[in-house]
């Protein structure tokens, strides 16, 4: 996708300020915003919760009712620090806490309480449950809390144990300053393992890291060479999952080094193992979604003559998704549709959070390339409400700019 034509993000007065309070609002069954994040507030279903949030219930009533053996599949994982946000923004303030056992009790769900009680008991949980423990702390935003409650884990070489391994290192990564290590691991992981799917699944997630921009770029081609290398795969469900995921990050690789066309062909590679993940029921059905939501990211980023229609398929696939719409917008303004650009900008602000903050940000631009200065400010306005740090914003609005 060609480079936007518009400031991507606005300045922070302080990198560390607060995301600002809204008072005054409607309490949890009758608020606006958490219509669009129980999940993540109180692990509540909504038809209208961004895909990655969507199996948080299901998975959550699991722990009442544990399987051996079950694993979690999902790939996409909580940002830190997205819950905190959204109850700022939704004036939920009292459902905040940093660690989810701080949870006023009048406030728990039953599903927050099975949380709670399966944590107590993590140490007595096969390795499927622990990792479902951990994958449902990341999904909540709590990563460092679920670090801290599965301890120091690194690949052995045992199938099973490695992965559970997988799943507390991936969630490992998103906290801050752990990428290097979540490299590393998962680099050993594809060394060490003899299960061809767990290597290959370890080479997708050590790409992942290497495309965040933490690690060194040297190990993308490693891994992309040793996933190539993977032999003795099955025919299952899974393993056209994994294969397709694998694709999928090496696209992202070739994107990242200019070549579009490698890219495409590595899309084309992934679509053909998507096409085998459709007519599955309850989780596997969410998982699938997931992964043609995420295809249809990577075919947004690559650009093209029907960038349009793309984008507006990502955007049908996850409606309320902020990274959705604003990538969505992204497509729409570097073709020069400044107009269509604002509506999905403004779309992802009417979420908040601090990506919503950056969406009406974008669309602010956007409007006012096309003359429309009273939206424009209106779209700063919005976005300082949300982040009261946002220096472009405030200047705009005082007329600096």
Do not use: K
């Not at 290497?210 to 469900?237: I, S, T």
């Not at 209106?378 to 405030?394: I, K, Q, S, W, Y």
Request: aromatic share 8%; net charge neutral.
């Amino acid at each position: 996708m060609p480079e936007l034509a518009i400031q991507p993000r606005y300045t922070r007065s302080d990198p560390r300020g607060l995301f600002p309070v809204r008072t005054g609002l409607p309490e949890l069954e009758h608020n606006r915003l958490a219509v669009f994040w129980r999940p993540l507030i109180d692990m509540a279903d909504s038809p209208f919760a961004p895909l990655r949030l969507r199996a948080v219930p299901v998975l959550a009533d699991r722990l009442a009712d544990p399987a051996p053996g079950r694993w979690v599949w999902l790939s996409m994982i909580g940002v830190p620090g997205l819950r905190h946000q959204v109850l700022r923004h939704a004036g939920l303030d009292h459902y905040d806490c940093r660690d989810p056992r701080d949870l006023a009790e009048d406030l728990r769900s039953p599903r927050w309480n099975a949380l709670l009680d399966a944590m107590a008991r993590f140490a007595e949980l096969d390795f499927a449950g622990r990792a479902l423990v951990v994958f449902l702390l990341a999904q909540l935003s709590y990563p460092a809390a679920a670090v801290r409650l599965a301890g120091d884990v690194t690949p052995t070489g045992d199938p099973g144990h490695d992965r559970y391994a997988y799943e507390v290192i991936r969630v490992r990564a998103r906290v801050p300053g752990q990428n290097a290590f979540a490299s590393a691991a998962f680099r050993e992981m594809a060394s060490v393992q003899d299960d061809p799917r767990l290597v290959l699944a370890a080479c997708f997630q050590g790409l992942g890291r290497v495309l965040r921009g933490n690690a060194d770029p040297a190990e993308g081609e490693w891994f992309r060479r040793r996933g190539a290398a993977v032999a003795g795969l099955d025919d299952g469900w899974h393993t056209h999952l994994v294969r397709s995921r694998f694709h999928r990050a090496v696209g992202l690789l070739e994107l990242t080094r200019g070549d579009r066309g490698g890219a495409r062909r590595e899309l084309r590679a992934a679509l053909r193992h998507d096409a085998a993940l459709a007519g599955r029921t309850g989780v596997d059905a969410v998982v699938a979604a997931e992964n043609r939501r995420y295809l249809l990211e990577l075919s947004v980023r690559i650009g093209g003559d029907d960038v349009r229609a793309r984008c507006d398929e990502l955007v049908a696939a996850d409606p309320h998704c902020v990274e959705a719409l604003l990538l969505a917008g992204d497509g729409y303004a570097a073709i020069g549709d400044y107009g269509g650009a604002a509506r999905w900008y403004s779309a992802a602000g009417e979420l908040g959070t601090g990506s919503g903050a950056v969406g009406w940000f974008r669309a602010a631009q956007c409007l006012e390339h096309v003359g429309d200065r009273g939206g424009a400010l209106n779209a700063m306005g919005r976005c300082l409400e949300l982040d009261h740090t946002a220096v472009e914003a405030r200047d705009y609005l005082d007329g600096r700019r």
